[in-house]
C-alpha cells in the first residue's frame, strides 16, 4: 500500500511544470503545520506524514494544540510573525472567526471537483474540507434500549443525568451542538430546547477527550459527538454495544479542514500538501485512521459506513459566517445563563 502510495505522489511531482520545480528548489523545504491533536494520531501520523515528506523531499514540523480554538487564535494573535504554514483542523463552526484579518490564502485545490459541493464549507476555499461527520448522539445499547429518535423525546425525564455534553467555548463538538440549536429551533427557540433537557444532563466537559473518557466508564450511557465514533469501536475494538441517533428533526455536519497561512513563504508545498490531503490515496485512509468520513466522493466506504442513519434535513449551511460574527457572543452567553447557573 505505501509503495502503491509512493507511486501516485510520484505522479503528481511529474505533473508539475518545470516552474513549479524550480519554485521549490530555491526554498527551504520545511513545512511548519498547527494541527488539532486529531492530526496527531500517533498512527495516522507514522503512516501518512513520511509519505508526503519523502516524495516532497521535505520535512515537516508539526505543533499540536488541544483544539481548533486555541489553534485558530494563536495564528490570529502571531499573524505575520508566525513560524506556521498552514492550519490544520479548522471546522466549519469557526470559519466566522477564520474569515477574520485576511489569515488564509484562497486556494482551489486541483482536486476540489471531486468533492460534493455541500461539503464546501468555505466558497472562498479559503479553508478546504479534509473529513466530516455528522454531529449525532451516541448512546450505550447495553443501557438505553429505545434511544431518543426526535428532538422532543430528548427532553423527556427518562433520559435524567444521562447526556454527556462539550462547553461550544472550548470544543468545536459543543459548538456545533450549539449551531444545530440555534439553527432547528430559531433563533428565539434555541434557548426554550436548553432550557428543557438542562436536567437530562449529566455534566458539561471542555474537551472531548474527558468528555469521552467519561462516557466509556459508564458515567453517562450518551454524548454528543460524531455519528462516525461507533464504527472505531466495531472495526478497532470488536465491541458493537455503541450507537448513535440523529434526530428525524434534521442534522448537522461537522467538517474539518485545511487552510494556507498568508504568511507563508512555503505555498508551493502548502498547495501540493492540500492536495495530498484531498487526493483520493490520502482520503481512503480517513476512514480508518480518523473515524470519519473522507470528503472525496471517490472514496468507497466500508458497509459500517454506508448504513450510517440518513439525515432527513440538513442544517449544516443555514447559518451565514455573517450572521454567525454578529450573533455568536449573544448565543454563548445565554447559553450559559441557562446551562452554567
Known amino acids: 500500500m505505501r509503495f502503491f502510495f509512493l507511486f501516485i505522489l510520484t505522479l503528481m511531482i511529474l505533473s508539475c511544470n518545470n516552474t513549479d520545480n524550480n519554485e521549490i528548489s530555491k526554498e527551504t523545504k520545511i513545512l511548519n503545520i498547527y494541527a488539532t491533536d486529531i492530526f496527531l494520531n500517533e498512527d495516522f501520523y507514522d503512516n501518512i506524514v513520511p509519505l508526503f515528506t519523502d516524495i516532497f523531499k521535505c520535512e515537516i514540523s508539526i505543533t499540536k494544540f488541544p483544539n481548533a480554538l486555541i489553534m485558530l487564535e494563536r495564528a490570529i494573535l502571531e499573524k505575520d510573525s508566525t ?18 484579518d485576511s489569515l488564509f490564502i484562497p486556494y482551489e485545490s486541483n482536486n476540489i471537483n471531486d468533492i460534493p459541493d455541500e461539503l464546501i464549507f468555505d466558497k472562498g476555499y479559503h479553508i478546504n474540507p479534509v473529513c466530516y461527520s455528522n454531529i449525532a448522539f451516541n448512546y450505550n445499547s447495553y443501557v438505553i434500549s429505545d434511544p431518543p429518535i426526535t428532538f422532543g423525546e430528548m427532553q423527556d425525564g427518562k433520559f435524567k443525568d444521562q447526556i454527556i455534553l ?129 470528503v472525496n466522493k471517490k472514496v468507497k466506504l466500508s458497509v459500517d459506513y454506508e448504513i450510517l442513519q440518513q439525515i432527513s434535513k440538513d442544517y449544516t449551511h443555514d447559518l451565514s459566517t455573517r450572521e454567525t460574527r454578529w450573533q455568536y457572543d449573544e448565543w454563548i452567553a445565554k447559553w450559559k445563563k441557562i446551562m452554567l447557573k
Do not use: C
Request: charged share 20%; hydrophobic share 40%; net charge negative.
Open 83 to 100: 513560524n506556521a504554514d498552514l492550519l490544520f483542523g479548522i471546522d466549519n463552526t469557526l470559519l466566522f472567526l477564520a474569515e477574520q
Open 166 to 294: 462539550m462547553d461550544p467555548r472550548t470544543s468545536s463538538v459543543g459548538r456545533a451542538m450549539l449551531f444545530w440549536s440555534v439553527v432547528a429551533f430559531g433563533r428565539n427557540g434555541y434557548g426554550h430546547f436548553w432550557r428543557s433537557i438542562k436536567d437530562n444532563v449529566f455534566d458539561i466537559y471542555d474537551n472531548h477527550n474527558d468528555a469521552y473518557n467519561a462516557y466509556l466508564a459508564g458515567e453517562a450511557p450518551m454524548i454528543v459527538g460524531m455519528e462516525t465514533t461507533p464504527i472505531y469501536h466495531i472495526q478497532h475494538d470488536n465491541v458493537d454495544k455503541f450507537k448513535s441517533t440523529i434526530p428525524q428533526e434534521g442534522g448537522f455536519k461537522f467538517i474539518q479542514g485545511v487552510g494556507i497561512l498568508r504568511s507563508s513563504e512555503q505555498k508551493y508545498l502548502t498547495r501540493k500538501f492540500v492536495d495530498f490531503l484531498l487526493s483520493v490515496e490520502f482520503q481512503e485512509m480517513i476512514p480508518s485512521e480518523l473515524w470519519m468520513k473522507p
